[in-house]
């Protein structure tokens, strides 16, 4: 492996954390780290790249973003349930409060920022005709 490769390999590793931990809190985006890993894998190991893609809770967000098809409800529902937590907790503790109004911005900014992404339809079930 090249030096050039290697570092994309690192990197993509980085992303990849930075990715994955972005699913649970709430100020660190998921899928714009989650992308550049796949185009630094892709860059890099071609095996590493597969199985991003093909990882059952990191996949999804770049298939989604690929396809431009938008987040299941379950997605949705769980995106929001964490990140109303993790400000609420923050607005709980903050002993300003102009931080806790610029808390409350952020979260109604996100907030809406997140019902506005298209929701994909549920599979329809086969009537077996």
Not at 19 to 24: D, F, H, N, S, T
Not at 41 to 57: E, V
Request: overall charge positive.
């Amino acid at each position: 492996m090249t030096l050039k490769k290697s570092f994309y390999f690192v990197v993509g590793i980085l992303m990849v954390v930075l990715g994955a931990a972005g699913i649970i809190l709430p100020l660190l985006p998921t899928t714009p780290f989650l992308l550049l890993a796949a185009l630094l894998f892709a860059k890099s190991s071609k095996r590493c790249h597969d199985w991003l893609l093909n990882q059952k809770h990191l996949g999804p967000y770049i298939h989604a973003w690929r396809n431009k098809t938008g987040l299941t409800v379950a997605q949705k529902r769980r995106i929001g349930l964490s990140f109303t937590v993790m400000m609420g907790l923050s607005f709980y503790f903050a002993p300003i409060p102009t931080v806790k109004a610029f808390i409350a911005c952020v979260w109604v900014f996100w907030t809406t920022m997140l019902l506005r992404q298209k929701t994909l339809a549920p599979p329809q079930a086969s009537t077996g005709e």
